[in-house]
Structure formats: C-alpha cells, structure tokens
C-alpha cells in the first residue's frame, strides 16, 4: 500500500484494506483493481450485486439563467429534451468531430446542472467548457467534494431499499432522485444509472460520508450477496455490455459516429453545436471507421492497440478493448476498423504476441440482460 499513497485517494482509500483490495496506479488514482479476485467479482455482479468505489469521476457544477443553452452548444445531444430530475448520456466533441468526452449530464434544476466527466478528463474538461463559457452562468469544478459509489447487479433495488423510505424501484432509468436520506447519510442523489450493463444505481454524495455509506452498504447487503468490487471487474463488464471507455474506445481521433455511439449525436436539434458540420457530413456520408464487435474463432486475447487485419493480412484498423469475457466463456474485443469490414460475420485476424489469430465481427453488445 505504501508505494501508492503518492497517488490521488478517493474518501474511501483507507478502508481498502480491511475488504483485501489489491491496489494499482490508475491514471494517477490509487484505485482497486481487485478484492476477491476480478472473476468472482463479475459473476458477484451479473448474479447478485457488486459495491464500486467510482469517487475518482469528476463533477462540474454549471447553473446559472444560460446554463442549458450553454450545454447544447457542449455537448451532441439534446438536453433541452430532459425533464428535471432526468439525466443523459452525450459526447463532447472538439469542432473536428473528435470526442473531447463521454458523460452523463444530469438536469438538477430548470438552471442548474450536474456534469459527470471521466476521472483522467477533469482538468482538460473542466478547461475546455470554461474556454467557450458564453452567457450567465458559473462554472465550478466540485469532483473534489463529491463521492460516487455505484451498487450493480440483479439484487441492487433490494438492498438499497433497505435504506430508504423512498420506493427505489419507482425510479425510472436514466432518471435520479436528490436529497435522500440512506439511513441517516444524508443528501445523496440517487441515480438509475450505471456502467457495468446490470440494473444498478451510482449514488453521489458528500466526501465526509462516503466510508459510512459503504460499510453500511456492504453490511445490510450481506445477505443478498453483495461484495466489494474492483476496476478490473467493472472493465470486464462494461465491455461485454459495449460501453465505450474514453482513451480507448472514444478519444480525440475518434468520433461519437465512428465509435457507435450515434444516438448520441442530435444534429437535428433546434441549436448548433461544437463539432456539428462534420458530425452532419459524416452522418450524411457514412464514416471511413468503424467500432465492431470481434469474437475469437482461436485461443488468444485481444488487447487495445493490437492490430487487426483482412484475409489477405492487410492491417485494416486496430483494437481498442479487449478482454476474456467471464460471462461468454470466450475472448472477445473491439476494433476500429476501416467500414468495408464492419459487417456482422466478416472474417478477419488479430496479430496476438506476433501471431496472427482468427476473429469474425459479431454484433454488439456482446451481453445483454
């Protein structure tokens, strides 16, 4: 433990230890990778429920009689379409299409509204939106103050409600609840959201709580099945479910299009936004890329920057994820590819350790409940 307390801590850094956590750099965040082992965590959370420390995720704060009209000029999707109380997924796109982020805004109030950007993004983020600030709103930076756990799995609604009078299965998806009280920690916002492709939701709370929250989690969770459980589980089941990872499935040389996450992008929306010409053209004609699903057809892991060739061993694009799924018993992976190769059952190969591997594109998402 002690070679990583350099990094940035989350609230809950120092209870990792007591549930057995194998600590690692992630990004600059002493993270837990694993409690129990990343397997058994995964088909913890597939089976019964899974408890993430996620309070390295950044949170901007942006309110103010301008706010929403600012935020659709951000980001690709339409928030102007969201009800209070509502939340939704959208890219961030740089004027070339390329993806500044993926986040979840959620609309707080008719003027105020919470951001939710990725942990290695906070400071780029949190620069870019300043930079194009029009209007009369603040801007506040608040991921230092703010903690996230996120409860995932079949069992989640049972054992949050053992903490609460507010009926939780009643929240819809994609939708929150503020100020509730989770038995005695108080003003959290409760969100039907998640990241692993299970029911579940991501609870935002104040710092100074997030240890109380946890152990009371994991205690009332108990009977139900409810672990601690690591990044290593969380990739493993955000990837069987196709959610892309920012730095490997969406970056800067990679469109919201391109990466398959279109119903992101509105360009129909009554208001323009950064990044939207060549978002429009690029849905008009079709982009040169494209993020497939790859099954392995021969032993061997896809792992991000492997490359990926045709039949004929030109290199036609590159992994961006991949793992050995638990659920599917098989290696499965993403790749960039050019479109030609994009179709559901084309054969293609993946250099694995200098070898050349056998992979058909499948479509995604590669689990489903």
Not at 8 to 21: R, V
Not at 31 to 58: K, Y
Not at 132 to 154: E, M, R, T, W
Not at 187 to 198: F, H, K, N
């Amino acid at each position: 433990m002690s070679k990583v307390t350099a990094l940035k801590q989350t609230p809950l850094f120092n209870l990792y230890n007591n549930y057995g956590a194998k600590v690692i750099d992630f990004g600059g965040w002493a993270l837990p990778v694993q409690f129990s082992g990343i397997v058994a965590e995964h088909e913890t959370v597939r089976m019964h429920a899974g408890l993430f420390d996620v309070s390295h995720m950044g949170e901007i704060l942006i309110e103010g009689k301008d706010a929403e009209d600012f935020i659709n000029h951000l980001i690709t999707n339409d928030i102007s379409k969201v009800d209070i109380n509502q939340a939704q997924y959208t890219a961030m796109c740089y004027p070339d299409g390329g993806t500044v982020d993926d986040l979840i805004v959620y609309k707080l109030d008719q003027q105020k509204f919470l951001l939710v950007i990725n942990a290695a993004n906070i400071e780029k983020d949190f620069n870019w939106i300043k930079l194009h600030k029009k209007g009369y709103l603040s801007i506040k930076n608040i991921s230092n103050d703010v903690a996230q756990l996120a409860i995932q799995g079949p069992k989640a609604v049972t054992i949050l409600q053992k903490l609460t009078d507010i009926r939780v299965s009643d929240i819809e998806r994609f939708h929150f609840i503020q100020n509730v009280n989770l038995d005695g920690i108080t003003d959290v916002l409760v969100s039907r959201t998640g990241y692993t492709g299970e029911d579940g939701f991501e609870l935002y709370l104040g710092v100074n709580q997030a240890m109380a929250l946890w152990e009371k989690l994991l205690k009332i969770g108990k009977k139900e099945g409810l672990q601690p459980c690591g990044l290593g589980a969380r990739d493993t089941l955000r990837l069987e479910a196709c959610l892309a990872l920012y730095g490997q499935d969406l970056a800067a040389s990679i469109t919201p299009l391109e990466a398959g996450i279109g119903f992101t992008v509105k360009t129909k929306k009554s208001s323009p936004f950064i990044g939207e010409k060549l978002l429009l053209k690029q849905r008009e004609e079709g982009p040169e890329k494209k993020l497939v699903g790859l099954e392995m057809l021969d032993k061997g892991v896809p792992r991000h920057d492997y490359p990926v060739f045709n039949t004929t061993e030109e290199v036609i694009g590159y992994i961006t994820s991949g793992t050995y799924s638990p659920s599917l018993k098989k290696s499965i992976g993403l790749a960039l590819v050019t479109t030609k190769y994009a179709e559901t059952g084309t054969k293609l190969k993946v250099k694995i350790r200098n070898k050349l591997v056998d992979a058909v594109t499948v479509k995604k998402p590669f689990y489903k409940k």
